[in-house]
């Protein structure tokens, strides 16, 4: 299975990305999860980069489902034949190893078949029981002296993998039956196709020969005199010698089949990235119970699963940072096993746990301090990156201790992971506002989507999206096309509202563009300047003014 995660929300912003970081590291350092992963389940912005990179670190691991794959509970190590392989190797692998299912597989790993054990039967036992077929073995001379180990002494196997059909003749009756059944073949056509099978009968090695059969096999380690071979060497006859009695060749005989022509190649194989419970349900009904599990975008093998494996399958493992209900999380959140949660948002309601967890949420600016706290109280030091890391989410989140949300715990925790991390906390927040304004440089979608956040209010749907800036000077000439963004997304997304904020880091105030249903968008607390927009002096904080705000105005529409 995949190591623990911690993780934020989606279109995550600094202070979820940087959380997801700090967390992890406490948990490696208190060994409460060794192998604890930041992670993150969107794109980062270019502020967040630009705290990355000054701190030394990559962005986090890119997840974008947290449902167990197929490719993660596979059995690497996988059983497999040749279409080539006789029933005999086949056989010895599949009772060495346990199973009654392996994948047929070409040299090039690709998956042609499946063979089962009841499949191996139709090697064994012909379909038709009467006449000569009974008595045929569609098989090659070099597979059959390497089932029975023989050695050879007449003429040469030209074709060593040329399968031909082989008519079985045990020399064990009178010189005259054998003598007449070999006429017969001869008047049929046939006898260029018999085996004959017989032990230490020279006469019968010799008719075999001397008749035309293909070839003639010498069982119970009699000799060969040099006049039979020499005979057998001069028309053109196969020769071989084996050690087993005559009974126990001509049952082994029927194992030097190849299995190409009973493995079954209608089968049905997944994909490596399938969520197991989705192919749980679709295999349910399935009449098979080994699913090769395939690579993507190529024919090649990864592993096998069976049945059983889909019966409640181990389950990812998650921290959530920054969030604390499924509409943020990380897609299939809902199947996978919740250990922690750390936020400084409202409770939306939805989130479970199969398990008791831990759970942390305070009033506090940033969640960033909540873990620089973890590290405080645990007399634990975080490296100076994590630290840098951390402070990068403070200054974010309470717009560097000027946001209405910044409490007295984010300034001290703010002044100890500065002096940590050996920088300027003041400098440090003007380098990260200055860093590359989506106004001026962003695509409608990076605008709208870099921070944007769900909400489930009042029986609305709602998208909150909010970016900061230096100041508004570029928002004027963008505002009709951020406005058609807006627009597209509440109608793609099917919300009921959309938001954008623009917030003024310097001024402390935002421009709120706002879509959505006449009566609530004119409840909104704020200088309207026209339709859909917005002034708001003093607004920064989309968890403590603008989000409260647009719930305020729902509810005021209902209630007239």
Known sequence: MEPFYVIGHKNPDTDAVCSAIGHAALLRACGDEPEAIAARCGEVSQRTKWVLEKAGFDAPLLLTDARTTVGMICKRKVIQVCPSDTFLTAYNRMLDAGVRCVPVTNNDGSVVGMLQYINLLKLLLPENTEGISVRTVHASLNNLAATLDAESHGAPICDEDEEEDLILLVGASSQETVTQRL???????????FLVICGDRPIIQRLAIEKGARA?????????SKEIKDFAISKGTVLLGCRQDTASANTLIRCSRTIRHVMETSFISVAEHEPVSKIGRQLVAVDQDLFPVMDIGSTKMLGVIVKSDLVDPPRLRFALVDHNEY??????IEEATITEVIDHHRLSGDLVSREPIRYLNEPVGSTCTLVARKFFHRDLIPAPSVALCLCGGIVSDTLCLTSPTTTKLDQKMLTWLSGVARVDAKEFAEEFFAVGSLIANGTSDEIIHSDRKEFNEGGMFIS?????????HGFEARREELEGALRALQYDKGYDIAVLVITDVALLKSMVLAVGPENVIAALPFTRIDETLYLAPGVVSRKRQIFPAVSDAIEHATAL
Request: proline share 0%.
């Open 464 to 472: 909150i999206s909010q970016v900061e800036e230096r100041d508004l």
């Open 216 to 224: 003639l096999l010498v069982t119970g380690k009699n000799k060969i």
């Open 183 to 193: 006429d017969q073949a001869t008047a049929d056509g046939n006898v260029s196709q």
């Open 327 to 332: 509409a943020q999380a990380i897609s299939g």
